[in-house]
T-cell receptor, first 114, second 110 residues
Framework: ETGVTQSPTHLIKTRGQQVTLRCSSQ?????VSWYQQALGQGPQFIFQ???????GRGNFPPRFSGLQFPNYSSELNVNALELDDSALYLC?????????????FGSGTRLTVV | GQQVMQIPQYQHVQEGEDFTTYCNSS?????IQWYKQRPGGHPVFLIQ?????EVKKQKRLTFQFGEAKKNSSLHITATQTTDVGTYFC??????????FGTGTRLKVLA
């Protein structure tokens, strides 16, 4: 079985720009969650998608948005990038919404905003 | 909002020594999960605890869930260099959102 794949692996953007990060969930997983991990910190929950709808959101502003597609892959979009958005963005898929069997994380996208 | 703290923040041990990290939530939990993140890597799921007072073992790792379901611990017996990494608890209060703890970074000295 394939794991979670994310692209790109690294990205450098200028403040004010927009970025789209992509994630392919593990085979058989129907739920995708996105996390932001700043250096030396624990992952912070951004939102979760199930059946192409957002069904949970953390303390992130509306300029963070997402999509889930019929094949369960997902995108994270961030508008009007700020310097503090520099972080590792992790996509995590799970068998179901409650993730009772745990999340499978991708290797992440390292975003640097300059 | 809900806060999840872990102590210690860092731990250096000699290979063969034991290690314990503690996770404390400000609210009662539905369940708690533990993850390991190697340096430069991504979190990897270790285990989930659901029942009050539950204890689970995986080889040298022992996981406990407190009676009040507000705290948890991970204990590693006889650490090895392969145990190096940051250990995170992830707490769930009955929603679909898991709040990750602050993490404990373990270094094992050979």
């Amino acid at each position: 079985e394939t794991g979670v794949t994310q692209s790109p692996t690294h990205l450098i953007k200028t403040r004010g720009q927009q970025v789209t990060l992509r994630c392919s969930s593990q085979s058989g997983h129907n739920t995708v969650s996105w996390y932001q991990q700043a250096l030396g910190q624990g992952p912070q929950f951004i939102f979760q998608y199930y059946r192409e709808e957002e069904n949970g959101r953390g303390n992130f502003p509306p300029r963070f948005s997402g999509l889930q597609f019929p094949n369960y892959s997902s995108e994270l979009n961030v508008n009007a990038l700020e310097l503090d958005d520099s972080a590792l963005y992790l996509c995590a898929s799970s068998l179901e919404q409650g993730a009772s069997y745990g999340y499978t994380f991708g290797s992440g996208t390292r975003l640097t905003v300059v | 909002g809900q806060q999840v703290m872990q102590i210690p923040q860092y731990q250096h041990v000699q290979e063969g020594e034991d290690f314990t990290t503690y996770c404390n939530s400000s609210t009662t939990l539905s369940n708690i999960q533990w993850y390991k993140q190697r340096p430069g890597g991504h979190p990897v799921f270790l285990i989930q605890l659901v029942k009050s007072g539950e204890v689970k073992k995986q080889k040298r790792l022992t996981f406990q869930f407190g009676e009040a379901k507000k705290n948890s611990s991970l204990h590693i017996t006889a650490t090895q260099t392969t145990d190096v990494g940051t250990y995170f608890c992830a707490a769930n209060s009955g929603t679909y959102k898991y709040i990750f703890g602050t993490g404990t970074r373990l270094k094992v000295l050979a």
